[in-house]
């Protein structure tokens, strides 16, 4: 256990809130208070939901929450997290009071933590706080956050990134992951795991966790092209393998795949083909034993300069940081 006292976490939700995007934390962080209570430890988190003037405010499904005012002090050591909302990504912050971004400017310089789920990185963004750093949201949205903030490098398929003090996680439920890194970082590894499994979700690794899944892509639709495509190319991973012989096992051009791939999935046929090495090659340099060189011929990169070349690009680390710290 590494937190000596109660921490406290700011929820800041906006008119037309996503529901989830508040409350999935706040479990979060209410769960690992009941883990502590039954191990005989004090509660770690005091949970506080704030509003730019308090009150009740209603989120995007209709249910209304009743919020405390914005707090004037007390931010040093906590930990902010804003919540998405409708509006808040269109070009003038519709959603967003200037009270609000003043508000939030200070306070990122004193809290501990500045995090957001889904479209709170357009908040975040609106006030300057992305600029020059790494970052994600919703991927229906990052594109858009991309245009509009250009300062802002958008990784479009992480689940949560840190970028010094600022924290940004993707869609809805991504903030459940991104709670529990951060329950990881103040209470240890053992304990957030406690957490997850009473919550009954999957535990995300803070810190290198793999960016992007093509499995979970996959299972929007196993019928489509993009499950299809996944299924059969997964076998095949170890083969030397081009578009044209994808293209020829489901009968279409390599134009028309292009164009159907894209369509589905917004890859393509390469960029698909590389993510499930990778996703492969991950997988191998978790388990123990496992070279990097036998990973990367199992995995289809024929080579540890293509696979270091790969992780570089893809995951910003080489594999030997990546199976020291996950292997």
Not at 250 to 274: D, I, M, N, T
């Amino acid at each position: 256990m590494k937190t000596a006292s109660a921490i406290d976490v700011w929820l800041l939700v906006l008119p037309r809130f996503a529901l989830l995007d508040a409350t999935g934390p706040a479990q979060v962080f209410s769960t690992a208070n009941d883990e502590a209570r039954d191990a005989g430890l004090p509660p770690p988190y005091r949970i506080h939901m704030v509003s730019p003037d308090g009150g009740l405010v209603a989120s995007l499904s209709g249910v209304t929450v009743l919020t405390e005012p914005l707090p004037a002090g007390g931010l040093a050591g906590s930990t902010l997290i804003v919540a998405g909302a409708r509006g808040v990504e269109d070009d003038a912050g519709a959603a967003l009071a200037p009270a609000a971004v003043r508000w939030l400017v200070a306070a990122a310089d004193a809290v501990a933590r500045c995090c957001s789920v889904c479209t709170g990185a357009f908040v975040l963004a609106h006030a300057g706080l992305l600029d020059g750093r790494r970052a994600v949201t919703h991927w229906q949205d990052a594109a858009q956050l991309q245009a509009r903030h250009p300062a802002i490098t958008v990784q479009e398929d992480a689940i949560y990134i840190r970028d010094g003090t600022i924290y940004t996680s993707a869609g809805i439920a991504a903030g459940i992951d991104l709670a529990l890194s951060l329950v990881g970082e103040d209470m240890g590894r053992q304990f957030a795991l406690g957490v997850a499994k009473r919550m009954v979700v999957f535990f995300k690794r803070p810190g290198g966790q793999r960016q992007f899944s093509s499995e979970l892509l996959a299972q929007a639709d196993p019928q489509g092209l993009h499950g299809q495509l996944t299924a059969w190319l997964r076998p095949r991973l170890k083969q030397p393998i081009d578009v044209a012989q994808m293209a020829a096992a489901f009968a279409l051009s390599v134009r028309s795949l292009h164009r159907k791939l894209q369509q589905e999935a917004g890859v393509s046929p390469a960029q698909l083909l590389l993510r499930l090495r990778m996703e492969a090659a991950c997988g191998l340099l978790e388990r123990p034993g496992m070279t990097v060189k036998r990973a990367a011929s199992q995995s289809g990169f024929g080579s540890e300069y293509n696979l270091r070349r790969a992780f570089a690009a893809q995951l910003g680390v080489v594999p030997s940081d990546y199976q020291a710290r996950f292997g």
